[in-house]
Nanobody, 114 residues
């Protein structure tokens, strides 16, 4: 596969949790920092979390304390645990390397609504 494959999205009530998963080819995952991005309707795609090969993490202020990114270097996977979800977290979520992302996958839709 060339593009990452994201999964785990869905509809959840405010305050709920979801866990997103991403599988990427070795060529994309490799020794790169991986990130989770999101794009809400009519907004620019934004990086919300990233993790280096060594496990150092960074988060956007909007998700800090609620989201946790993790990766498995042996399996070329990167996950995003999302807790205390808010309606403003509604977006299509993508994973990719950062910076200089490769081809984008289809993403996975996350909708937070009561």
């Amino acid at each position: 596969q060339v593009q990452p494959v994201e999964s785990g999205g869905g509809l959840v009530q405010p305050g709920g949790s979801l866990r997103l998963a991403c599988a990427a080819s070795r060529r994309i995952f490799g020794l790169f920092t991986m990130g989770w991005y999101r794009q809400a309707p009519e907004k620019e795609r934004e990086l919300v979390a990233s993790i280096t090969v060594g496990g150092s993490r960074n988060y956007a202020d909007s998700v800090k304390g609620r989201f946790t990114i993790s990766r498995d270097n042996a399996k070329n996977t990167v996950d995003l645990q999302m807790n205390s979800l808010k309606p403003e977290d509604t977006a299509v979520y993508y994973c990719n390397k950062t910076p200089y992302p490769a081809s984008w996958g289809q993403g996975t839709q996350v909708t937070v609504s009561s």
